[in-house]
């Protein structure tokens, strides 16, 4: 045992120098991979930073953030979310295959991206390109990271409608197109066509698009009875409305609040006061126009006696 100790004195030394090399080495790579796995964390959260910038309401563009970004992420950005988003193993489940949601039905087209959970997932996504910190042979390393959000919540502007009461009904099926509603739909569309042509006489530009109305003021006003929104099909609820309505054209009481001024009441009233302001318009210039007084006071008193023949 002496023997074998005297012959590995002057050994240690050795064996030290031919060690150092390889745990610098190690150290190196721990040095490396702990910069790596410290900017991997600082690229997850810059690129969800990127897409919580541009929810809404923290930004209307897609392209232009809100939150201040940092001189070295190359890219940090996120997709509009109202495109089609990409395809999240995550949201595989059966009921968002149902054929109530997606199709197919017989006889009846359905929408059906517009309850796709996807239609509106926001990707966030980062990138940095960095020297490594020790062993520069190794080469520059690259990051490239992209995260997910279903943004989705399914309202009413997400979905295309124009508020909380339109007929959801409307946008996901093709209602208008079922062989059992052709006769309907063409029978609509002609009741449809001969009001429209009804409209376009010209005795019924008195009701909104007045001639004289524009020449005096700029504009016309709308004689046109409103009814206001209105989706039933009971009879008694709608029963009370129509009776409004026609009250409101004629000015004649059928019914508990079914009562109004009437058309004919409301465009005489609006005539008269536009003439007895061009009569005091027309006696107030130097020298005034006596053809011009005369033919407004003519049209006034054919108004008034109206007015009076309605009470």
Same mark, same amino acid.
């Given at each position: 045992?002496?023997?074998?100790?005297?012959?590995?004195?002057?050994?240690?030394?050795?064996?030290?120098?031919?060690?150092?090399?390889?745990?610098?080495?190690?150290?190196?790579?721990?040095?490396?991979?702990?910069?790596?796995? #410290?900017?991997?964390?600082?690229?997850?959260?810059?690129?969800?930073?990127?897409?919580?910038?541009?929810?809404?309401?923290?930004?209307?563009?897609?392209?232009?953030?809100?939150?201040?970004?940092?001189?070295?992420?190359?890219?940090?950005?996120?997709?509009?979310?109202?495109?089609?988003?990409?395809?999240?193993?995550?949201?595989?489940?059966?009921?968002?295959?149902?054929?109530?949601?997606?199709?197919?039905?017989?006889?009846?087209?359905?929408?059906?991206?517009?309850?796709?959970?996807?239609?509106?997932?926001?990707?966030?996504?980062?990138?940095?390109?960095?020297?490594?910190?020790?062993?520069?042979?190794?080469?520059?390393?690259?990051?490239?990271?992209?995260?997910?959000?279903?943004?989705?919540?399914?309202?009413?502007?997400?979905?295309?409608?124009?508020?909380?009461?339109?007929?959801?009904?409307?946008?996901?099926?093709?209602?208008?197109?079922?062989?059992?509603?052709?006769?309907?739909?063409?029978?609509?569309?002609?009741?449809?066509?001969?009001?429209?042509?009804?409209?376009?006489?010209?005795?019924?530009?008195?009701?909104?698009?007045?001639?004289?109305?524009?020449?005096?003021?700029?504009?016309?006003?709308?004689?046109?009875?409103?009814?206001?929104?209105? #989706?039933?099909?009971?009879?008694?609820?709608?029963?009370?409305?129509?009776?409004?309505?026609?009250?409101?054209?004629?000015?004649?009481?059928?019914?508990?609040?079914?009562?109004?001024?009437?058309?004919?009441?409301?465009?005489?009233?609006?005539?008269?006061?536009?003439?007895?302001?061009?009569?005091?318009?027309?006696?107030?210039?130097?020298?005034?126009?006596?053809?011009?007084?005369?033919?407004?006071?003519?049209?006034?008193?054919?108004?008034?006696?109206?007015?009076?023949?309605?009470?």
């Amino acid at each position: 045992m002496r023997r074998a100790t005297r012959s590995r004195l002057g050994l240690a030394p050795l064996e030290l120098v031919l060690a150092i090399p390889l745990v610098l080495f190690v150290v190196a790579l721990s040095v490396i991979m702990g910069a790596v796995s #410290c900017w991997k964390i600082r690229a997850e959260t810059v690129a969800r930073d990127a897409i919580f910038s541009r929810r809404w309401p923290r930004s209307w563009r897609a392209n232009e953030p809100l939150d201040p970004q940092e001189p070295e992420w190359r890219v940090a950005n996120a997709t509009r979310g109202d495109q089609r988003g990409p395809q999240l193993p995550e949201l595989d489940n059966p009921v968002f295959q149902n054929p109530l949601l997606r199709g197919p039905l017989p006889g009846i087209g359905v929408n059906s991206q517009m309850l796709d959970p996807t239609s509106h997932a926001r990707i966030g996504w980062s990138q940095l390109t960095r020297d490594v910190p020790t062993l520069k042979r190794l080469g520059p390393y690259s990051l490239n990271d992209r995260k997910f959000l279903v943004d989705g919540k399914w309202q009413y502007w997400q979905l295309g409608y124009g508020s909380n009461g339109s007929r959801r009904l409307r946008q996901l099926y093709d209602l208008l197109n079922l062989p059992a509603a052709a006769s309907q739909k063409s029978q609509y569309k002609q009741a449809e066509q001969q009001t429209i042509s009804v409209y376009m006489k010209p005795e019924m530009f008195v009701l909104d698009r007045d001639d004289e109305f524009i020449a005096w003021r700029g504009t016309a006003p709308d004689f046109h009875p409103r009814l206001g929104v209105l #989706c039933a099909l009971d009879p008694n609820v709608v029963a009370p409305r129509v009776q409004q309505l026609l009250a409101r054209i004629d000015g004649q009481p059928r019914a508990p609040r079914a009562v109004g001024q009437g058309v004919p009441r409301n465009m005489a009233n609006a005539f008269l006061s536009m003439y007895q302001q061009q009569l005091q318009y027309y006696q107030s210039q130097m020298p005034p126009d006596q053809a011009k007084i005369a033919e407004l006071k003519q049209k006034i008193k054919i108004l008034q006696d109206f007015l009076a023949r309605l009470n």
